[in-house]
């Protein structure tokens, strides 16, 4: 499976941007999908999560209340909605999927994944 994320940019504090996570397979939507960040000199750390069902999501608790995860079947896309954005929020986003069931446990772990997309930067700054 070949991920692709886009959507990136700079924005200025309290803006917002929408990630997008496509993959090549035509059954994407069979996969739980995750999104982390890496911000430099820093580990990669969990931002959210998606079962494949869509029915249940996980996140990170420094970007709850402000990312959205949804699915978009019809673009075969999972999207990362972004608001209330803060410099802190600056890092590579990438996106992953695993074609397994999701935990709150596993959501949060990167090698629970088996596939990667090359991820995008996200620049916060006035």
């Known amino acids: 499976v070949q991920l692709q994320a886009s959507g990136g940019g700079m924005v200025p504090p309290g803006g917002s941007l929408r990630l997008s996570c496509g993959a090549s397979?035509?059954?994407?939507?069979?996969?739980?999908v995750g999104w982390f960040r890496q911000a430099p000199g820093r580990e990669r750390s969990f931002v959210g999560a998606?079962?494949?069902?869509?029915?249940?999501?996980y996140y990170a608790d420094s970007v709850k209340g402000r990312f959205t995860i949804s699915r978009d079947r019809a673009k075969n896309t999972v999207d990362l909605l972004m608001n209330s954005l803060k410099p802190e929020d600056t890092a590579v986003y990438f996106c992953a999927a695993v074609r397994a069931h999701l935990t709150l446990e596993t959501s949060q772990k990167a090698d629970f994944y088996d596939y990667w997309g090359q991820g995008t930067q996200v620049t916060v700054s006035s």
């Open positions: 998606i079962r494949w069902t869509g029915e249940m999501k």
């Open positions: 397979e035509s059954d994407f939507s069979m996969y739980a």
